[in-house]
């Protein structure tokens, strides 16, 4: 059974830094994509950022690049989203997502798991 779960949300201020982590248990360790999202009321899911667990190769939103970084820790079963210079606009739900394949999805329908999600507010 696949599970994911979020952690690391919470209040912060324009210009402030935050780390999120999704620890995840039941997928494999090859063929597997890990993926970022967020969400606003009113709006669809948001693709933010991904990563590849074969080869590790990450690829972002434009809307992100440069701010906010995907990475892995392997031996914790763990992917992280470090968001940089955070905005008011980054105001959001959070969501990890992972599907069973390699691929470069940048839709939700592209990820078949998702975690519960944590909540960032950035405070102006």
């Known amino acids: 059974q696949v599970q994911l779960v979020e952690s690391g949300g919470g209040l912060v201020q324009t210009g402030g830094s935050l780390r999120l982590s999704c620890a995840f248990s039941?997928?494999?360790?090859?063929?597997?994509?890990m993926g970022w999202f967020r969400q606003v009321p009113g709006k669809e899911r948001e693709f933010l950022a991904g990563?590849?667990?074969?080869?590790?190769?990450?690829y972002y939103a434009d809307s992100v690049k440069g701010r906010f970084t995907i990475s892995r820790d392997l031996a914790k079963n763990t992917v992280f989203l470090h968001l940089n210079s955070l905005k008011a606009e980054d105001t959001a739900i959070y969501y990890c997502?992972?599907?069973?394949?390699?691929?470069?999805?940048?839709?939700?329908?592209?990820?078949?798991?998702w975690g519960q999600g944590t909540q960032v507010t950035v405070s102006s």
């Open positions: 997502a992972a599907d069973l394949y390699d691929h470069y999805g940048r839709t939700a329908n592209d990820f078949g798991y």
């Open positions: 039941g997928l494999p360790f090859t063929r597997t994509t």
């Open positions: 990563i590849r667990w074969s080869d590790s190769r990450s």
